[in-house]
């Protein structure tokens, strides 16, 4: 026989304008949902998930039927959000606990997928019993950063799993043998991003009611920053498995299981984390593709603050996106642009040469425009080019158009003037120097 007592406390903090989060609590389930998206698919999808779960749980109320359950409410925001373009992209963390009757034991059940968590304090010791999926905690267990550097990473609210974003969902369960004096706590990263482990086990230790409890930490949470929505659920078995001889007592003093798989005997934990977290990385590319390039704590943390704001998977990605294509788009527009305007041609229009500022035919973005009439027929140039300046005559600039007329102008006279030396304007270029030379010879000898 096993009585539980809970409390719960939401608030959406300080910088956010609407609160994702939501907390479930009934009789034998509890959870701690955290959504993100867009619009409102940040509370849509946190509540369909609570409430599928619910319902879901209510119809199998085993470890095995919880899990199915998260598997079930992520079919559902999945669904829903294929349904709905507004919603696209929209997901939810999840931390659940449930106690559960499993071979004739009372057992408290825990699921996680996300960055939510929950914690067993016992015997005075705050221990975290789910693994986060967030990139931080897998860079943390392939040994790249510490965890203290973990907890002011820039990556740390970047999931690696989360409840609705794809069709299928790895959800890890543990079970944990009911014992009184056992508290529960689940929460959102608002409460723990804000407040240290030591800070939340003192409040666990001093506040018997769980009520309280819950309402403390939220509101300590809030006064440390409450950059983030913070949600909490402390869940209380008062009466106990261990109230009873013949079940075996849980050790003492509970080590550091940050695996889950650790030492699940001599703690009463049974660890059934779905599969390996590292084959699971769907939702982002893993953590070789996003090593953190910094070494400087200053910065990190600064980064750290800044990206506390931006929600998670999807957000961080579609940001990233976006400024991508924006740079990408703005390039291209203005390399066409410049390609488009930085030439001139020169063409017939008609009988007469124009030159035109832009590209022969039309520039993606830019419309040739005339600059200048040059006063020159199609009679004053070369036959032979006169077909070819009715397409056009691409030139780099005014200048080397204006050059290419003069080129073509005195082309056409020099041949003019072999056919017909003695046409007006045709006066031999050599000898005009030769003849004033005489002139001036004479006139100067003449007195
Ligand atoms: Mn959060």
């Not at 970047?158 to 944990?176: F, H, M, P, Q, Y």
């Not at 007592?249 to 984390?273: I, K, M, N, R």
């Not at 035109?356 to 009679?379: F, N």
Request: glycine share 8%; with cysteine.
């Amino acid at each position: 026989m096993t009585l539980l007592r809970s409390g719960s406390a939401t608030d959406t903090g300080l910088v956010r304008s609407v609160n994702q989060d939501l907390a479930v609590e009934t009789g034998t389930l509890f959870a701690v949902a955290d959504g993100m998206g867009g619009h409102a698919g940040g509370e849509v999808a946190a509540r369909l998930a609570v409430d599928t779960l619910t319902v879901a749980f209510g119809r199998k109320p085993t470890g095995a039927g919880l899990s199915e359950a998260v598997t079930e409410a992520n079919r559902v925001v999945f669904e829903h959000s294929l349904d709905n373009p507004d919603l696209r992209g929209m997901g939810t963390t999840m931390t659940a606990a449930a106690l559960v009757n499993e071979d004739g034991r009372d057992v408290i059940a825990l699921v996680n997928v996300g960055d939510s968590r929950s914690y067993r304090f016992h015997d005075g010791q705050l221990v975290q019993v789910t693994v986060d999926h967030s990139l931080a905690e897998e860079m943390v267990r392939s040994g790249e950063i510490s965890e203290s550097e973990a907890a002011v990473h820039p990556h740390r609210h970047i999931l690696t799993r989360a409840l609705g974003v794809s069709e299928d969902v790895v959800v890890d369960l543990w079970r944990i043998q009911a014992s009184r004096g056992d508290r529960f706590l689940l929460c959102s990263d608002g409460l723990t991003n804000e407040l240290e482990l030591p800070q939340i086990g003192e409040v666990l230790a001093t506040v018997p009611d769980p009520q309280v409890a819950a309402d403390l930490l939220v509101r300590a949470a809030r006064t440390h920053g409450g950059s983030d929505n913070i949600t909490v659920v402390v869940v209380d078995v008062v009466v106990g498995e261990d109230d009873e001889p013949e079940v075996p007592a849980v050790a003492a003093v509970a080590p550091d299981f940050s695996s889950p798989a650790d030492d699940a005997s001599s703690t009463g934990v049974v660890a059934e984390p779905g599969s390996a977290p590292r084959e699971d990385v769907s939702v982002l590319p893993g953590p070789e593709a996003l090593k953190p390039k910094f070494r400087d704590r200053w910065r990190a943390r600064r980064r750290a603050r800044r990206t506390a704001r931006g929600r998670r998977v999807i957000t961080v990605r579609t940001v990233l996106f976006t400024v991508l294509l924006a740079a990408i788009v703005y390039a291209a527009f203005y390399a066409v642009r410049w390609y488009d305007t930085n030439a001139y041609y020169v063409q017939v229009s008609n009988n007469e040469l124009m030159i035109y500022h832009g590209r022969i035919g039309g520039g993606v973005l830019y419309k040739p425009v005339e600059v200048e009439r040059t006063g020159v027929t199609v009679a004053d140039v070369p036959a032979y080019t006169v077909s070819q300046l009715i397409t056009g005559v691409q030139e780099d600039s005014l200048k080397a158009a204006q050059t290419y007329v003069a080129n073509l102008v005195a082309t056409q006279k020099a041949a003019n003037c072999t056919q017909n030396p003695t046409a007006p304007g045709c006066t031999p270029a050599t000898t005009v120097p030769f003849g004033s030379t005489a002139t001036t010879t004479t006139s100067t000898g003449a007195p």
